[in-house]
Nanobody, 124 residues
Framework: QVQLVESGGGLVQAGGSLRLSCAASGRTFSRYAAAWFRQAPGKEREFVARISWSGDSTYYADSVKGRFTISRDNAKNTVYLQMNSLKPEDTAVYYC?????????????????WGQGTQVTVSS
């Protein structure tokens, strides 16, 4: 069992930056692939970025490529999402997710563990 807690959300102006953190507790988090998803009001949850258990493989949605960076520090059991050049359309609740093993995926249904989410609001 893994528990995930996100933090770092908030209100920021367009063009600004935020860094989200996802702290994991429970089993050895270094054996879990992780990802960030987001859900805007009235929309379905969408994939943002994923990272392998070792951190050497990452993948991004086209909408955030070049602006967001996912990383992890397994010594701290934490996954990060650095968000730069934020746009109003990035406004959403951001969720951290994890799944055991080495295989990463963009499909939300494949992730076993989820955090409670953190709100990101980008004003124009």
């Amino acid at each position: 069992q893994v528990q995930l807690v996100e933090s770092g959300g908030g209100l920021v102006q367009a063009g600004g930056s935020l860094r989200l953190s996802c702290a994991a507790s429970g089993r050895t988090f270094s054996r879990y692939a992780a990802a960030w998803f987001r859900q805007a009001p009235g929309k379905e949850r969408e994939f943002v970025a994923r990272i392998s258990w070792s951190g050497d493989s990452t993948y991004y949605a086209d909408s955030v490529k070049g602006r967001f960076t996912i990383s992890r520090d397994n010594a701290k059991n934490t996954v990060y999402l650095q968000m730069n050049s934020l746009k109003p359309e990035d406004t959403a609740v951001y969720y951290c997710a994890a799944r055991p093993g080495t295989v990463t995926t963009t499909m939300a249904v494949r992730y076993d563990y989820w955090g409670q989410g953190t709100q990101v609001t980008v004003s124009s």
